[in-house]
């Protein structure tokens, strides 16, 4: 059974030393003088007084998604901090984002630099939107000086992940998936299978994913669907997910737009029955990083008030977001 391509309509679908602190505190006099400016400029000054004065560090924001979340966080009245980690490549860029500059320190002052924004700036919140292969070693970073951190980056070893989170006692808000829609589209999925253990016994799946081409690993949101579906009796091993990353394939065959060719993400699953005379279809397509970007920023939020309030709960996912409410 072939899949059904989508049009292209389809994104409509459910879709560090003290020379450094230093640096750090006269560049942040520079950074909030640009935020009141944009904040009266541009934002709604209830919103702003409401959300302005969290302090967000976002390592990770040469890619494409970690500015995406810097931008955000600007847009909802954050405080970015004028300085992140990334990777070796990176050391020593100088980001402009909306007239701030954010400098980027590489991976030999990991440790000194994340310590000392954390003195300056005592109610941080750090985003993660690096590199799987940074994953674990990210997240013991962090864990080790007690930092908040949301961890938007997908793979690494998860079990070792909220282990280490666990075993620091250290606010986390760790989900594969940011995008809030799909996550509640996530959680419809989790309930389904929870309540009806083999409704789709014998049924053959196939699942197709499309993601920009820098994308290394295998959506995290699609191994979740199909654990999802695995408990539906649906026999299916990771390995037989088809992953495109061919921009030609991507706008033959999936009906990607030309234009998000950079920034996707398409999803598809079909259910056949044994003599094919049933067929099912889920799909949830994205186009751009508004979306995460935007579930990123109210995880922010989310963190800062679980931090403040000294919540008894340590590690949160977006369906805790979800729940809580009071989104933007």
Request: net charge negative.
């Amino acid at each position: 059974m072939a899949f059904v391509t989508p049009s292209n309509s389809s994104c409509a679908t459910l879709q560090i030393g003290k020379s450094v602190g230093n640096r750090i505190r006269a560049n942040s006099r520079k950074s909030l003088v640009v935020m009141a400016s944009t904040s009266v400029q541009s934002l709604d000054l209830v919103h702003v007084s409401k959300n302005i004065g969290i302090p967000v560090m976002v390592n990770g924001c040469t890619g494409k998604m970690g500015r995406a979340v810097l931008e955000a966080a600007i847009s909802a009245g954050l405080e970015p901090v004028p300085v992140a980690l990334g990777g070796a490549e990176d050391d020593g860029k100088i980001l402009d984002i909306d007239g701030m500059q954010i400098e980027v320190q590489g991976t030999s002052q990991r440790e000194d630099v994340l310590s000392s924004v954390f003195n300056d700036y005592p109610n941080l919140i750090v985003v993660d939107y690096t590199v799987p292969a940074a994953v674990n070693e990210n997240a013991a970073l962090y864990s080790k000086l007690g930092v908040p951190f949301v961890m938007g980056t997908t793979g690494g070893d998860r079990e070792l992940l909220y282990k280490t989170v666990a075993d620091s006692n250290v606010y986390a808000v760790i989900s594969p998936q940011m995008g809030k829609q799909v996550v509640a589209f996530l959680a419809a999925m989790e309930i389904m299978a929870e309540q009806f253990p083999g409704a789709f016994s014998g049924y053959n799946l196939q699942v197709l994913e499309s993601h920009q081409a820098s994308k290394l690993d295998l959506s995290g949101t699609a191994k979740s669907v199909i654990s999802c579906f695995q408990k539906l009796g649906v026999s299916f091993e990771l390995d037989q997910v088809k992953q495109i990353r061919d921009p030609r394939l991507q706008v033959e065959m999936v009906g990607v737009p030309q234009e998000h060719l950079n920034g996707h993400a398409f999803h598809m699953y079909h259910l056949t029955s044994p003599d094919e005379t049933v067929s099912f279809e889920f799909q949830h397509n994205v186009c751009g990083r508004s979306i995460y970007a935007e579930g990123t920023v109210d995880a922010i939020l989310f963190l800062a008030k679980k931090v403040n309030s000294k919540a008894e709960k340590r590690i949160y996912d977006m369906i805790d977001v979800l729940r809580e409410g009071n989104m933007r």
